[in-house]
Every structure is written in C-alpha cells, then in structure tokens.
C-alpha cells in the first residue's frame, strides 16, 4: 500500500535507496546499512541494517564455523 511523503505529500510508490554504514553508539562495530528516499524530493523515508549485507555475513560466518569442524 503506498503512503504520502511526509515533506513533498506526493504519493511514493516506490523508493531510491543509498548504501551508508550505520555505528552502533555504546556497544561498538559497524554494519553495511540503506536509507529509503522519496523518488520526489529525497526526504529519509527509513533506514536499516542492509539485509541482503546481513544476509550474507550470516552465511559466511556459518560456513567459516562449519570449516573449522
């Protein structure tokens, strides 16, 4: 279902998205992350840990274990 901009109110059916890294304060390390931007005027819809970065970190570390058994 597609929502409003809050900043332009053009309805946004779909999204740019821009890869940065994210830091966690406090606890330390960093993760490959995404913003979602209105296609319109670029306003930050949202932000996330990259899933499909995530995704593949998770592999490779299960493979890494399962090498060392």
């Known amino acids: ?21 994210a830091s966690s304060i406090g606890v ?9 931007q209105c296609p319109m005027c670029s306003t930050i ?4 840990i990259d899933p499909v970065a995530l995704k593949n970190d998770i592999v490779r570390e299960v493979l890494e ?4 058994v």
């Open 1 to 21: 279902m597609a929502g409003k901009c809050p900043k332009c109110e053009n309805l946004v059916t779909a999204v740019n998205f821009n890869d940065l890294t």
């Open 28 to 36: 330390g390390g960093q993760w490959d992350a995404m913003t979602y």
């Open 45 to 48: 819809l949202g932000c996330q």
């Open 65 to 68: 274990k399962l090498q060392q």
